[in-house]
């Protein structure tokens, strides 16, 4: 009895998809997106040489039957902390920033409307040290986002810290929040505006962009969210949007360090943040890195997320089974 009990909680979905075997090439593992229990697909494989490489199934639309389509923008989510944490570096090495300088000397406003703001520094919030609470995990945040930073900031104003700054370890959107104002009042213009001249226009990567204000939505990926019907692109979460073959190629150059001035930069760049990164939000998952054995960089976006039961879970086996391949086929005859 006790064996059948727990075969009833036994992930089966998870585990059929992972001992499949191994199809013999990345885009008959693709085409099992819809059995995986996405809607849509879009990959792209990055080579030596920036040539890119795509692999679509699925739907870039479902009502209207459009097909999936590797030129597609979509929202990549929290991978968009690379690109602010690169501005971070970027400001900190020509000497407008400082990560020894804390939240109330930038924001003096702050100063006790967020507990320890004179003790969190701007490290700590780049390295999600500082114990302010995630504005994503107030009750029922997902239900009804809120479309501005200030709406999202109220949220966590006046709350405890999780923790004593630099005590701990807490991934919390509202770090970023904060750092992307705190860059906004050191420029004096939009954070997004100092990435586009400093990091995107050098790469010549014309196809990322900072808000779905600044597109044509007909460009833009469907997103659902399981047992829903709405189509959630037009909603505004603050979220950069990027092809695939944009983001490949940011990717690649954060790993191989073009996109550093200097090795001062990339030294800088090293100690606070990581070099790749997913990102979740309804409607919208993305996977994206670099994997130096085979001189690749992986770009997975998938359009269909629950956040109940195993959907990021399958697009994670989804991913690994593609690098699988790739490895796979990338091997001498």
């Given at each position: 009895?006790?064996?059948?009990?727990?075969?009833y909680?036994?992930?089966?979905?998870?585990?059929?998809a992972?001992?499949?075997p191994?199809?013999?090439?990345?885009?008959?593992?693709?085409?099992?997106?819809?059995?995986?229990?996405?809607?849509?697909?879009?990959?792209?494989?990055?080579?030596?040489?920036?040539?890119?490489?795509?692999?679509?199934?699925?739907?870039?639309?479902?009502?209207?039957?459009?097909?999936?389509?590797?030129?597609?923008?979509?929202?990549?989510?929290?991978?968009?902390?690379?690109?602010?944490?690169?501005?971070?570096?970027?400001?900190?090495?020509?000497?407008?920033?400082?990560?020894?300088?804390?939240?109330?000397?930038?924001?003096?406003?702050?100063?006790?409307?967020?507990?320890?703001?004179?003790?969190?520094?701007?490290?700590?919030?780049?390295?999600?040290?500082?114990?302010?609470?995630?504005?994503?995990d107030?009750?029922?945040?997902w239900?009804?986002?809120?479309?501005?930073?200030?709406?999202?900031?109220?949220?966590?104003?006046?709350?405890?810290?999780?923790?004593?700054?630099?005590?701990?370890?807490?991934?919390?959107?509202?770090?970023?929040?904060?750092?992307?104002?705190?860059?906004?009042?050191?420029?004096?213009?939009?954070?997004?505006?100092?990435?586009?001249?400093?990091?995107?226009?050098?790469?010549?990567?014309?196809?990322?962009?900072?808000?779905?204000?600044?597109?044509?939505?007909?460009?833009?990926?469907?997103?659902?969210?399981?047992?829903?019907?709405?189509?959630?692109?037009?909603?505004?979460?603050?979220?950069?949007?990027?092809?695939?073959?944009?983001?490949?190629?940011?990717?690649?150059a954060?790993?191989?360090?073009?996109?550093?001035?200097?090795k001062?930069?990339?030294?800088?760049?090293?100690?606070?943040?990581?070099?790749?990164?997913?990102?979740?939000?309804?409607?919208?998952?993305?996977?994206?890195?670099?994997?130096?054995?085979?001189?690749?960089?992986?770009?997975?976006?998938?359009?269909?997320?629950?956040?109940?039961?195993?959907?990021?879970?399958?697009?994670?086996?989804?991913?690994?089974?593609?690098?699988?391949?790739?490895?796979?086929n990338?091997?001498?005859?």
């Open positions: 009895m006790g064996t059948i009990i727990s075969l909680f036994v992930p089966w979905p998870i585990v059929t992972w001992i499949m191994l199809p013999n090439t990345t885009q008959e593992q693709v085409d099992k997106a819809a059995d995986y229990g996405f809607d849509g697909i879009v990959v792209c494989v990055n080579r030596k040489g920036n040539q890119s490489e795509f692999y679509t199934s699925g739907y870039k639309n479902r009502e209207n039957r459009i097909p999936a389509d590797p030129n597609a923008l979509f929202k990549i989510a929290s991978v968009s902390k690379l690109y602010n944490a690169l501005a971070v570096t970027k400001l900190v090495s020509d000497g407008k920033l400082s990560l020894d300088k804390t939240l109330a000397d930038y924001l003096p406003e702050l100063n006790g409307r967020i507990e320890y703001a004179d003790n969190i520094t701007l490290r700590m919030l780049v390295t999600h040290r500082s114990g302010i609470p995630n504005y994503t107030t009750y029922m945040y239900v009804a986002p809120k479309e501005t930073a200030d709406e999202n900031l109220a949220l966590v104003l006046d709350k405890p810290a999780n923790f004593k700054p630099g005590e701990d370890y807490e991934y919390s959107n509202t770090n970023y929040l904060l750092l992307g104002r705190i860059m906004n009042r050191v420029l004096g213009y939009a954070t997004f505006q100092y990435i586009q001249e400093e990091i995107l226009n050098p790469l010549n990567l014309k196809h990322t962009f900072g808000s779905i204000q600044d597109v044509n939505i007909d460009d833009v990926m469907s997103g659902y969210y399981v047992g829903y019907d709405t189509d959630l692109k037009t909603n505004n979460i603050g979220s950069i949007l990027a092809t695939a073959e944009d983001l490949s190629k940011f990717i690649r954060l790993n191989d360090g073009s996109v550093f001035r200097d001062k930069e990339q030294e800088i760049y090293s100690s606070i943040y990581k070099y790749e990164h997913t990102g979740l939000i309804p409607g919208y998952q993305t996977i994206a890195k670099y994997h130096k054995d085979i001189d690749a960089v992986v770009i997975q976006f998938t359009n269909t997320v629950n956040f109940d039961g195993y959907n990021w879970n399958m697009s994670e086996i989804m991913y690994n089974r593609i690098v699988k391949i790739l490895k796979k990338d091997q001498p005859q």
